[in-house]
């Protein structure tokens, strides 16, 4: 079962940017898609994009235009681009998997890796 790590969290000023590594424990070229989720204090977590096989992104309306997601089977791993980044992208960010289409999302979510947008 491949598991998911997620890093590259932190904190940084509104306006700034920064990138989020999801890195898989083995292959993902089987893997249908892999999203990156984020949870605020207090709020439900919520689908900040998907990116699925071979590399096709998929953003809700609410993230479309500051978020840019990447796949990289050769290093097994899915990129999330932040930029001008606001004090509401504060978050915990995690990544997780969906092995078929339309298929279920992982039940286990990993650690995630915190973002905090403050100046």
């Known amino acids: 079962q491949v598991q998911l790590v997620e890093s590259g969290g932190g904190l940084v000023r509104p306006g700034g940017s920064l990138r989020l590594t999801c890195k898989a424990s083995?292959?993902?070229?089987?893997?249908?898609?892999i999203g990156w989720y984020r949870q605020a204090p207090g709020k439900q977590r919520e689908l900040v994009a998907s990116?699925?096989?071979?590399?096709?992104?998929y953003y809700p309306n609410a993230m479309k235009g500051r978020f840019t997601i990447s796949r990289d089977n050769s290093e097994n791993s899915v990129y999330l681009q932040m930029s001008r980044l606001r004090p509401e992208d504060t978050a915990v960010y995690y990544c997780?998997?969906?092995?078929?289409?339309?298929?279920?999302?992982?039940?286990?979510w990993g650690q995630g890796t915190q973002v905090t947008v403050s100046s």
């Open positions: 997780n998997k969906q092995n078929q289409p339309r298929g279920p999302w992982d039940a286990e």
């Open positions: 990116v699925a096989r071979p590399n096709n992104p």
């Open positions: 083995g292959n993902i070229d089987s893997i249908w898609a």
